[in-house]
């Protein structure tokens, strides 16, 4: 409330100042004319301009009308058309383009004052000083500064939508820190389930080993046995974080904390802890990527603590065998007696094996594949990873791979900036607007549309800015002819006042030509052409001064023959 209050006041000011401005050109107006009807021609522009200014804001298509009209009555009175209402008339147009985005309305309004400004003169039966002022001047008071209006405000659009289109950008920029936020929570919950759950399951065999030893007492048992429990609800609590922390399918768990042991390292932890675990390593070993390397670690690992989990007394045999081009991991765990606790593969149908979910997401995306599932001899988890990770093979939801993001240093490695994830088929981001926008963006590449709405306020600017500079040539390449040859025919007809008296009635016209202008004036008023001449005269009317929109005195010479038979004056003004 307090801020619509504080516009309502900021306007209430700006229009108090736009009147005090057009109020005190009206004034200076007044002043110069002289005028001897201070209501009609003060105080009446005056109320009206206190109407009209406001409605400027609501209703500026009415107000542009209302000032018009002050002009009209320019164009009624005798003595000249001009007046200091067009300044009001181009400042209320110039608001009428700033403040009404369409422009068929708008013209629509210009035209119908365009045409009532000539319909007065039609009716009035105006001299041609007042149809050149209705054509020319009037017209322009109208287009020109409704086309800068127009302009000024594509321009404002266009700095309103940059400043925007940067806050989104800011926007996006918190959001791209975010998800590198929640990635690092998904990397940490990735490894507290690879690494931590995986020791945790050993140390809770070998606890339950230790509760088998017939050298123990029965309160040493029960102390084991608590232990045992106190792991097992650590594990629990682990894999609830974990499912708290998890992010969604599609990220990239390929990357997070290095991995310092190798395969036989946890194979020989896992021995050692007393799990019947057999393996084997068939064919030579290649040179394999360490992401490549970490995924068959991260296999053997979940596969090891879902057997330990799962069916604890049970053997495992783990093989892994080395082709040419991609190296084959096979986890084999015999199935629980009957009776026993459930075997590895009830694990994800009972909702609560994610690390076998998240496993798959990581040989999927090094570029291979993994099998899980009953079969001949117990539980299977069979991975085929190559020995290169590769990214055609990857299916779904591409996942944000390492990019160098714009602003950022090279080798700082995080979340790919939006241009990056717009170009990857599938990803829902939205190209970055700025490159969008730059010349050189690759054809096929599709406009967000925050770019589309910039370049079309763009396209709109140019296309203002063009019309306001063609508009005038248009309007000069029309009006000026004709206002050229209407000066030259005002000009070449005045005949000076002391030429004027050296004309003597009597004479003939050879012997006055040098003092006559080249031509008479063609477009005396209709109270000079009514006024008594001499019968048989003919009579032609030549201007008394240069002034091109006010009226001036005509001389009248009344001819008979050649002969000059009288000469008079007829004054500008009705009588």
């Given at each position: 409330?307090l801020n619509t209050r504080t516009t309502s006041a900021r306007s209430a ?242 990357a997070g904390l290095p991995v310092n042991d190798t395969v036989e390292d ?284 006010g009226e001036v005195d005509l001389y009248r010479l009344c001819w008979s ?15």
């Open positions: 409330m000011r700006r229009d108090a100042a736009l009147w005090t401005v057009l109020a005190a050109a009206t004034g200076y107006g007044f002043r110069d004319a002289g005028s001897a009807s201070p209501a009609l021609d003060l105080v009446l522009p005056l109320a009206v301009l206190a109407v009209a200014v406001p409605w400027s804001r609501r209703r500026p298509g009415a107000a542009v009308v209302l000032v018009n009209g002050l002009c009209v009555m320019g164009l009624a009175d005798a003595s000249t058309p001009g007046n200091a209402h067009v300044l009001s008339l181009a400042a209320l147009s110039c608001l009428l383009g700033a403040r009404v985005a369409e422009a068929r309305r708008p013209l629509l309004v210009l035209a119908a004052c365009a045409a009532v400004d000539l319909a007065t003169c039609a009716v009035l039966r105006a001299q041609p000083v007042w149809w050149f002022y209705a054509l020319t001047v009037l017209p322009a008071a109208l287009l020109l500064p409704w086309l800068a209006g127009r302009h000024w405000r594509g321009r404002r659009q266009l700095v309103r939508e940059g400043w925007r289109l940067a806050r989104g950008l800011e926007e996006r920029q918190h959001l791209v820190a975010e998800r590198a936020r929640l990635t690092e929570r998904a990397e940490i919950a990735a490894d507290m389930h690879d690494s931590l759950g995986h020791a945790l399951s050993l140390v809770a065999l070998r606890a339950g080993a230790l509760e088998l030893s017939p050298d123990l007492t029965d309160r040493d048992r029960a102390d084991l046995a608590d232990l045992r429990g106190t792991i097992a609800d650590a594990v629990e609590q682990v894999r609830e974080t974990v499912a708290v922390l998890q992010d969604p399918p599609g990220r990239d768990t390929g946890l194979l020989s932890r896992a021995v050692a802890s007393g799990v019947p675990v057999r393996w084997e390593r068939r064919g030579a070993s290649p040179p394999l990527s360490c992401l490549v390397e970490r995924g068959l670690y991260r296999v053997v690992q979940e596969a090891l603590t879902n057997a330990t989990k799962h069916a604890p007394d049970c053997s495992i045999s783990v093989r892994i065998t080395h082709e040419p081009d991609r190296t084959r991991v096979s986890v084999v765990n015999a199935v629980p007696s009957a009776g026993g606790p459930a075997h590895a593969g009830a694990g994800p149908a009972s909702g609560v094996g994610r690390g076998l979910i998240g496993l798959q997401e990581r040989v999927t995306v090094l570029g291979g594949s993994l099998r899980t599932g009953s079969g001949s001899g117990g539980f299977h988890v069979t991975a085929v990873l190559p020995h290169r990770a590769t990214t055609a093979a990857r299916t779904g939801t591409p996942a944000p791979r390492p990019v160098t993001a714009p602003g950022r240093p090279a080798g700082i490695h995080g979340p790919a900036s939006p241009s990056e994830t717009a170009r990857r088929p599938g990803w829902g981001m939205a190209p970055d607007p700025i490159r969008a926008m730059d010349p050189d963006t690759a054809p096929g590449e599709v406009l967000p549309e925050s770019a589309e709405r910039l370049a079309s306020v763009r396209s709109d600017a140019r296309r203002r800015s063009a019309l306001a500079f063609v508009a005038p040539v248009v309007a000069a390449v029309f009006f000026v002819p004709s206002a050229v040859y209407l000066a030259w025919q005002l000009t070449t007809s005045v005949l000076p006042p002391a030429r004027f008296d050296e004309l003597t009635t009597g004479r003939p016209r050879t012997e006055l030509a040098p003092l006559l202008p080249a031509r008479a004036y063609p477009y005396p008023s209709g109270h000079a052409r009514s006024a008594p001449r001499p019968p048989g005269a003919r009579c032609e009317f030549y201007r008394s001064g240069r002034d091109l929109l023959g050649d002969t000059l038979l009288t000469k008079d004056t007829v004054p500008a003004g009705r009588p």
